[in-house]
DNA sequence: CACCACGGACAATTATCTTTTCCAACGTGA
DNA sequence: TCACGTTGGAAAAGATAATTGTCCGTGGTG
């Protein structure tokens, strides 16, 4: 087998998308510089169809766009190409800009004041595959997403392989009828092991139930 | 029984506890050492139960302990001691010390090789109410907990005060008969109300509109 | 023996749909 | 400005259907 890479060509396929509808003077700058200082190509798009599938960084640039067409953008890129690590650019402090890096193709965010240095040190830890994101928003939702552990005081439920996947159908929102039909036995049958499921693991119907298995700290570990 | 000082009154609101099993000498001079930088004061502890329920910070020395033990007494902080922050000493790289960062009550993590200055400024940073965990795991809590928001296709679901009020109690688990206590109506209301709401939010059954809930971005914004 | 499937019988809860009551906002004419 | 109808939305209630929950069984299978 061979060990041998090809840089030149790499960069040359994969390059950086600058998503703006900006002047394209100044846009067309930033693109300068970027593909200078990271020895990358840097190309500007305004239209979202005409970003090519495989890159290795979009950048979005958030000034001028409202939010409601910013948001639609990184749905798409979220929904139609698979795999792409998107960041946010000249977004503004304390704006709705900040809850874009809720979508998981955004990796990193660059507010309108950050300096060039700070760019550029940001691009390259982005084109490492780490993230990019100031940390007072790291710890925002840190601190809004996380809760306590619930089932680690859970001692010893032992849930057979039926109950286990009625559970995971029933966190989904699964009535006894699609139970029944997906794993295809009776109603009765969905009945009992709900029955016996409930008294297990302490719940009074149902809809505790789904919100014992969501709030799993493992799903998997079901 | 010892040369662990008792906290006067007045000073326990503002101090630091440093609860730790480890040798008491090298415990105690961390302590010397944490007061003398902070100008605090910095007890130390070896029973939860010593440990006074107003402080300022919790330091908890992971050295020594096992993960159960640790666990079970961040969860008893988590419980039983309200409203105090706590933060990790001497924790291992890539250790299950680093998911005691779930508990809600636990806003720092020193590793074991953490130089002293960055202890200082990462405790002052916590008395100040600001959070000190290392970028890497900030990096892994939101890869791993965030999710495309899933209601920005709700185009405008205008809902009543009462119907908010009545989904945040289903979220919660409770029935029909909950409801009608909790808001002081009949349950025929509370029916009709479920009922307009399965509606105007498109779902078949309490469990789904319970999930279309929880699955919200933001909570709140109910 | 634990697990799984199934069934009956009944109770309890939930879902659906219609109707009534209440209240606040609006416009109009005197 | 003040009654007055009118309107529309929300809250509430009633009646009925549908689903879910409880508890008791019976076998079958590895």
Redesign the interface.
């Known amino acids: 087998m061979s060990y041998i890479t090809e840089p030149e060509l790499k960069n040359s396929e994969q390059g950086i998308a600058l998503f703006s509808n900006n002047s394209s003077l100044q846009t067309g700058l930033l693109a300068k510089l970027i593909g200078e200082e990271l020895q990358i190509n840097c190309d500007v798009y305004r239209e979202i169809e005409e970003v090519p599938k495989e890159i290795s960084l979009l950048l979005v640039d958030c000034n001028g766009q409202n939010i409601e067409v910013l ?1 639609s953008f990184i ?1 798409d890129v ?1 929904d139609k190409i698979d795999d792409v690590t998107a960041a946010l650019l000249n977004a503004e402090h304390d704006s709705d800009h900040e ?1 874009l ?4 193709c955004v990796s990193g965010l660059f507010y309108v004041d950050t300096e060039q240095d700070q760019l550029i040190r940001g691009l390259h830890s982005l084109l490492d595959g ?2 990019w ?1 100031p ?1 007072r928003l ?2 925002r ?3 809004k ?5 619930s089932n ?2 859970r001692p010893n439920v032992k849930l057979t392989k039926r109950e286990r996947q009625i559970l995971k159908l ?1 966190k ?2 699964a ?1 006894n009828a699609d139970i029944s039909e997906a794993l295809s036995v009776s109603e009765h049958t969905v009945k009992s092991h709900l029955y016996n499921v409930y008294k297990k693991i302490g ?6 139930a ?2 014992w298995v ?1 709030d799993m ?1 493992d799903l998997d570990t079901l």
Request: aromatic share 10%; no cysteine.
């Open positions: 948001t749905r979220h809850r890096l809720d979508w998981p780490d993230f994101v940390r790291l710890h939702f840190l601190d997403n996380r809760k306590a552990p680690f005081k029933i989904d929102g009535t719940v009074r119907n149902r809809l505790e789904s919100n969501r700290d």
